[in-house]
């Protein structure tokens, strides 16, 4: 739960035709997929900043423990940002296909993450299911014109869909290789 009052407006809808329509263009063609693009440029240390698009580079640091300036969120919470902004998009589409309106939503995650190895300079011997988020917790408070059983439900669907969640909850082909 939040310290602060709860609004009793409803939050900014968003356009429940363009999500219709997303939503049967998805159905028309399911194997579709976008590209998600971002330039990560360290600066030094650890602070490294990551362009996307037009926006203001995204700032990613690590704590003096872990040997960084502490000027921004580490890599992990940024995961955990990603995660929570995937699901709250994915909570306020669902309850606007289900009409109903959200007067409040707040996810408050936290996930234990091991780096024995230290990124692999000199630490643990680990293999990769051992390393990164081990567990993770996401808490969401919502309010809106529903009951309780259908909010859960909202969330439940939003969570089973999210584009994000699926990427950390299922194995992901990657590969890391020296740019051209």
Request: net charge negative; proline share 6%.
């Amino acid at each position: 739960m939040s310290d602060h009052n709860t609004v009793s407006a409803h939050l900014r809808p968003i356009d429940r035709d363009g999500l219709l329509n997303f939503a049967d263009a998805g159905r028309s063609n399911p194997d579709r997929r976008g590209t998600n693009k971002v330039h990560t440029v360290c600066e030094g240390q650890y602070r490294t900043l990551s362009y996307v698009g037009n926006h203001t580079p995204v700032v990613v640091d690590e704590p003096p423990h872990l040997f960084g300036q502490d000027t921004a969120p580490a890599p992990g919470e940024i995961v955990l940002s990603a995660l929570g902004g995937c699901l709250a998009v994915g909570i306020t589409a669902v309850a606007t296909y289900r009409k109903v309106k959200l007067t409040k939503l707040e996810l408050w995650l936290e996930g234990d993450i091991g780096n024995s190895a230290a990124w692999g300079a000199g630490g643990a011997e680990r293999k990769p299911e051992e390393m990164g988020f081990q567990d993770i917790r996401v808490k969401v408070d919502v309010e809106g014109d529903a009951s309780r059983e259908e909010l859960e439900a909202i969330v439940a669907h939003a969570n089973y869909f999210s584009p994000v969640a699926n990427t950390l909850r299922n194995p992901v082909p990657m590969t890391v290789s020296l740019k051209d």
